[in-house]
């Protein structure tokens, strides 16, 4: 099993920029597809970006593409999530979670993370 401890969640102004970090333990890290997922209130989890064990694929929401980077440094159990120009609408709990076999919705992730709250003002 695996324990996901997220942090680097905060208040920001809109344009601004966070590190999200997600401390694993537990089953060898490196052996899990890794993704970072956000839930805006009353609306559903989606996804925002994920990893592959190397860190060689990745993938984003298209919302997010040139703007958030995630990243794994597998020696540290850790994963990373930098996200810059940040806008209001971008307000959400973000999660961390892993998966065996990968993909690109919440079903597919076993583990999860508690959340670590991202509110953006304008």
């Known amino acids: 099993q695996v324990q996901l401890v997220e942090s680097g969640g905060g208040l920001v102004q809109a344009g601004g920029s966070l590190r999200l970090s997600c401390a694993a333990s537990g089953r060898p890290f490196s052996r899990y597809v890794m993704g970072w997922f956000r839930q805006a209130p009353g609306k559903e989890r989606e996804v925002v970006a994920t990893?592959?064990?190397?860190?060689?694929?990745?993938y984003y929401a298209d919302s997010v593409k040139g703007r958030f980077t995630i990243s794994r440094y597998n020696a540290k159990n850790t994963v990373y999530l930098q996200i810059n120009s940040l806008k209001p609408e971008e307000t959400a709990v973000y999660y961390c979670a892993a998966s065996t076999s990968g993909g690109r919705t919440p079903a597919t992730y076993t583990y999860w993370g508690q959340g670590t709250q991202v509110t953006v003002s304008s």
């Open positions: 990893i592959n064990w190397s860190g060689a694929t990745t």
